[in-house]
């Protein structure tokens, strides 16, 4: 059979293209439903951590990440939680003030920071989920499974109405709250 021939394909009927389309929107409402699971366990999370500890997510992240490495500076938290380092100073005042947090050495002309025995406790007993549930999710990806996330990810956000690229270094509880109405 000459290789003209052998490459040679039928064009798609109606019914194939109908069918395409048909799956294209079941994978669409799929993955719709899945981002739904993830914000509402984003939220429920962020309620749980509010009621059991009296903070937020972020404030927990943090205390999880100085229980992780202590003595870090505003700029060592930033650079762990991707926030930008006004974020991290802020969690580390609300810290301070809610006496979670101290004050340690002064390093380069930075304060370093080590949690206290209150803030301890926390961290110990959120464990894991001191670092929000989303990321210890992301965390436990095969890596496979979060290169190809990453790489289904961007071009879909890159075509985003109304995006704001800033919002990548804000804390995700912090993104939630303007929609919050009492609730997620």
Known sequence: MPASLQSWTLPPTPRDVDEERARRKEHVRAVLKLFRVTLDAVCRHAEWTESRYGIGTAPLWALWELAQTPGQR?????????????????????????????????????????????????????????QGVLKVALEHLPEAGLAALLDALRPMTERLPLRESAAAMHPVAHLLRPMRDGEC
Not at 86 to 100: C, D, N, Y
């Open 74 to 130: 505003a700029a060592d938290l930033a650079r762990a939680m991707a926030v930008h380092r006004a974020t991290a100073e802020e969690l580390l005042r609300e810290l301070l003030a809610r006496g979670l947090v101290e004050r340690g050495d002064v390093e380069g002309g930075a304060a370093t920071h080590r949690l206290t025995a209150a803030g301890r406790r926390i961290a110990e007993d959120a464990g894991d989920n001191g």
